[in-house]
């Protein structure tokens, strides 16, 4: 772990206080010079950390202005002061802080921790390049709270190490191997089926995006069903697991390349999301799911013009190896029939238009699915704040999907890039749906908070949210 994280241990040297006013304080750790500074300090600026410096420690304080419980913004600008700690104590090469938030110290923790995420695994020189700041106590939350903030934030880490790592460390028996490690380490169950598998349960969309590979695809089952589940039929999760998306012969042009290891981070956000339910024994019975290759041209590579027969008899006119995502999701989707789920929610890097749409900030969503489930998880977008737009999903964009030769074409117009998507996808669901785009938020170019530049886990903690409440 990055940064280990107590409960109570007040033998740390630094100290840190997140309070609505000054009289929460403490009076007689500070000289009454001190005192009078931070009185006026805090009133005149609220919402920021300031610091007294009393040579043997550091004693930071942030008084928050507005605080309406329960509220997204304010949740969110609790982690948010819990990463800028973190970020003011390691600037000042500091190792250890003891803080008391008043109750809002989970958020804090949630913030600290991932604030602290760094992806050192190519780095020569790994402790230099750590960050300083290695043990956090927080006296105002139970033990048992804080682990659970603890597991879900190593599960996000997870979730980013494995988008950060490159398609020549992480090919599809890599990602099913840390699957596996995860698996046995957190309880739940995994199988992994091989090409000879897919091969025989006629997973077509996976073997043509795999056709111009070396590796071979894989296709990774997972599964958490605790004694007390409170679900009768299980919820699915399915996650876009793509290595390495160089387009295939539909090349994508050398700028659009680069940064597309990420395309597994749906995939990621799923394998997360299995760990963080499994370490914490959430009461209800998930499936995850993720078919997984690289997409590369190579001498057998798929062509654009072919068209492929899925197991469930509908066929599909391939107009662009690019638009693989949709490809072998849908082979996941017809799997899950199987299972007579409840819910289906898949999670992929599946359009630029997702992107285009709505930048970063937030997940493009649509789907069939009633209103119970969309409510439950657009209050779980607000709750983790990684949040959830709906989408318009109306008949009339079907239209655009038809092929002159088979059932389905993989490529609709440019317009609506991103509904045309998951509308290809519903074509393979039997059961209420819904599909979010991640392509914005799942890779970023620049540090935000308690968000790292590069891959971001997002999805962990929506899903977490969600999983937990459901
Ligand atoms: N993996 C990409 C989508 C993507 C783009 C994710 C940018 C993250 C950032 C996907 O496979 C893709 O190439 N989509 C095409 C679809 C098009 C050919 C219909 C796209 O969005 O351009
Ligand atoms: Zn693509
Ligand atoms: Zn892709």
Redesign the pocket.
């Known amino acids: 772990m990055n940064l280990n994280i107590t409960q109570g241990d007040l033998s740390q040297v630094n100290l840190a206080f997140y309070i609505a006013n000054v009289s929460q304080l403490d009076k007689t750790i500070f000289s009454p010079e001190e005192f009078e500074f931070v009185s006026n300090k805090i009133e005149s600026s609220p919402d920021n950390w300031i610091c007294i410096n009393q040579y043997s420690r550091l004693i930071y304080i942030y008084r928050y202005k507005k605080h309406v419980p329960g509220n997204h913004l304010f949740l969110e600008s609790s982690r948010k002061a819990g990463a800028n700690l973190g970020e003011a104590l390691n600037k000042e090469k500091q190792e250890n802080v003891a803080i008391n938030a008043f109750g809002h110290d989970l958020l804090l923790a949630e913030g600290l921790l991932l604030g602290n995420y760094k992806y050192l695994k190519y780095l020569s020189d790994k402790e230099k390049n750590t960050p300083s700041l290695q043990n956090a106590s927080f006296s105002n939350c139970s033990k048992e709270e804080l682990q659970e903030v603890i597991n879900l934030g190593e599960s996000v880490m997870f979730s980013r190490d494995l988008v950060n790592t490159p398609v020549i460390d992480l090919n599809p028996t890599d990602l099913a191997n840390e699957a596996k490690r995860s698996s046995k380490a957190n309880g739940f169950k995994v199988e992994v089926f091989d090409k000879k598998k897919i091969e025989s349960l006629k997973m077509a969309g996976l073997l043509a995006v795999n056709a111009g590979s070396i590796d071979p695809p894989a296709f990774i089952i997972m599964e958490h069903k605790p004694e007390n589940a409170k679900n009768e039929k299980p919820i699915i999760l399915v996650g876009k697991g793509?290595v390495y998306?160089t387009?295939g012969l539909?090349l994508?042009p050398s700028n659009f390349m680069d940064t597309?290891k990420?395309?597994m981070g749906g995939a990621a956000a799923v394998i997360g999301t299995m760990q963080a339910i499994a370490s914490n024994n959430i009461n209800k019975h998930v499936i995850g799911l993720v078919p997984s290759t690289d997409n590369r041209p190579g001498g057998n590579a798929v062509t654009p013009d072919d068209v492929i027969t899925y197991a469930n008899g509908k066929s599909v006119e391939i107009k662009?190896t690019?638009?693989?995502?949709r490809l072998i999701l849908a082979d996941a989707l017809i799997y899950a029939q199987k299972y007579d789920p409840e819910l289906v929610i898949d999670l992929a890097?599946?359009?630029?238009?997702a992107?285009y749409a709505i930048g970063k900030y937030g997940i493009v969503a649509m789907g069939d699915a009633e209103d119970n489930a969309w409510n439950k998880l657009k209050t779980s977008g607000k709750n983790s704040y990684e949040r959830i737009v709906e989408f318009p999903f109306w008949e009339e964009y079907d239209e655009l999907l038809k092929s002159d030769i088979a059932d389905l074409k993989n490529?609709g117009p440019r317009d609506a890039?991103a509904i045309t998507?998951g509308k290809f996808l519903s074509n393979f669901t039997d059961y209420p749906y819904i599909h979010l785009d991640i392509?914005g938020p799942?890779f970023v170019d620049a540090n935000d908070g308690y968000i790292k530049k590069g891959g971001t886990g997002v999805g962990v903690r929506l899903l977490y949210d969600f999983l937990k409440n459901y």
């Open positions: 793509v998306d387009g539909s994508k597309m990420s395309d662009n690019d638009a693989e995502g890097t599946l359009t630029g238009a992107a490529l890039g998507a392509a799942a």
